[in-house]
C-alpha cells in the first residue's frame, strides 16, 4: 500500500470526510470498503452516508432566516421566539421551533433579559438611624 508522507499519521487527526476520501482512495489496496473504514476507524454507516442539504444550502438558509428575523424585530424588538415564530409562519416561512432557536443562538439574536432590581435600603428615611453597638466589640 502507497500511503503519502504528507497525511497525518493517525486517525484521531482526520475529520469525516477525510476518512471516507482516504476510504476511497485506497480501499484497492486493501481489499474492500469494510476492511479500510476499519483501518480509519469509520464506520460503515457513516461512509454510505449522503447529506441531504450541503453545508452552503443550510447556510444560505440560516442567513435567509436570520434577515426575516431581524425584519421582525425592527417593529417587535422584544418579541421572543415564540411570538417570532408566529410571525415568520404568517409570512409563509415553513420553519420548526427547533430550528428557529437553534439560529437564533448561533447568530446571538436572543433577547438580553434585563433583572429586576429590587431596593432593599431606603437611607433616605425620617426614622432614627441608631449606630452600629457591635462594631468595636470584641469576641472572646
Avoid at 21 to 41: C, L, Q, S
Avoid at 78 to 103: C, F, H, P, Q, W
Wanted: charged share 35%.
Amino acid at each position: 500500500m502507497n500511503i503519502k508522507k504528507n497525511e497525518p499519521s493517525t486517525t484521531t487527526e482526520l475529520s469525516a470526510r477525510e476518512k471516507c476520501e482516504w476510504v476511497n482512495r485506497y480501499h484497492e489496496a486493501i481489499g474492500f470498503e469494510e476492511k479500510a473504514a476499519k483501518v480509519v476507524e469509520l464506520s460503515m454507516s457513516t461512509y454510505y452516508s449522503d447529506p441531504k442539504v450541503s453545508r452552503a444550502e443550510t447556510e444560505e438558509t440560516e442567513a435567509d432566516l436570520r434577515h426575516h428575523i431581524e425584519n421582525i424585530r425592527v417593529t417587535f424588538p422584544k418579541a421572543g421566539y415564540r411570538m417570532l415564530l408566529n410571525y415568520l409562519r404568517r409570512s409563509d416561512v415553513n420553519i420548526s421551533e427547533y430550528k428557529l432557536r437553534k439560529t437564533m443562538q448561533k447568530f446571538k439574536l436572543h433577547i438580553k433579559r434585563r433583572k429586576k432590581y429590587i431596593r432593599t435600603t431606603n437611607s433616605n428615611h425620617g426614622f432614627p438611624i441608631y449606630s452600629n453597638l457591635i462594631k468595636d466589640l470584641k469576641i472572646k
